[in-house]
């Protein structure tokens, strides 16, 4: 069974960089899309990006010019940076992947299935 | 940019059947998948492929769509189907993820 567990620090000052690390347990990178989302009260859920384990990415164009995803094979893992964060990133991030499961098999997929446990991001001067 | 449209909330009994719908332009050649999230979880997949029923989610939730409108339909509300649902999908051009604005369905 897939399980993803997440980390970073959870207190940031304005204009520092958020770093968020989703390890994946229980299977491989190959064959899915990697994701992270946001929630926030105001704007709800939102899909930041995605990367392959090959490196191939998708980013949400409002977040494009600051975000940057990478993907470690070797360690099972992919992170998530945003640059010159401000108070507007405060938000309990997810990793998630994209995937979906259907009569014993798994596949890529435009679904986030499994997530991560969420962690809050604080942006406070 | 690209919108998912929900109703804020819906009411229902137990035992009766809840719909929440979920509107957006690209849902017409757009599959869209629905989650299921409680106070202090992550989001739970209840839905995918607008109709197809992930292992494990019971019977009650189902998924149908029609032109731009899809509805997830909870039958036989029970207390523990209390929870924010949202929809999720990909712009016409399959080159951006969003989320519907959420529905908070309340058992009464």
């Known amino acids: 069974q897939v399980q993803l567990q997440q980390w970073g620090a959870g207190l940031l000052k304005p204009s520092e960089t958020l770093s968020l690390t989703c390890a994946v347990y229980g299977g491989s990178l190959s064959d899915y899309y990697w994701r992270w989302i946001r929630q926030t009260p105001g704007k709800g859920l939102e899909w930041i990006g995605e990367?392959?384990?090959?490196?191939?990415?998708g980013f949400n164009p409002s977040l494009k010019s600051r975000v940057v995803i990478s993907v470690d094979t070797s360690k099972n893992q992919f992170s998530l940076k945003l640059s010159s964060v401000t108070a507007a990133d405060t938000a309990v991030y997810y990793c998630?992947?994209?995937?979906?499961?259907?009569?014993?098999?798994?596949?890529?997929?435009?679904?986030?299935?499994?997530w991560g446990q969420g962690t809050l991001v604080t942006v406070s001067s | 940019s690209y919108e998912l449209t929900q109703p804020p909330s819906v009411s229902v009994s137990p035992g009766q059947t809840a719909r929440i719908t979920c509107s957006g332009d690209?849902?017409?050649?757009?599959?869209a998948y629905w989650y299921q999230q409680k106070p202090g979880q992550a989001p739970v997949l209840v839905m995918q492929k607008d109709t197809e029923r992930p292992s494990g989610i019971p019977e009650r939730f189902s998924g149908s769509s029609s032109g731009t409108t899809v509805t997830l339909t909870i039958s036989g509300v029970q207390a523990g189907d209390e929870a924010d649902y949202y929809c999720?999908?990909?712009?016409?051009?399959?080159?951006?993820?969003?989320f519907g604005t959420g529905t908070k369905v309340t058992v009464l």
């Open positions: 990367i392959n384990h090959s490196g191939s990415t």
């Open positions: 999720q999908s990909a712009d016409s051009d399959s080159t951006y993820f969003v």
């Open positions: 690209a849902l017409s050649n757009q599959y």
């Open positions: 998630a992947r994209g995937g979906y499961c259907t009569g014993g098999s798994c596949y890529p997929s435009n679904a986030f299935d499994i």
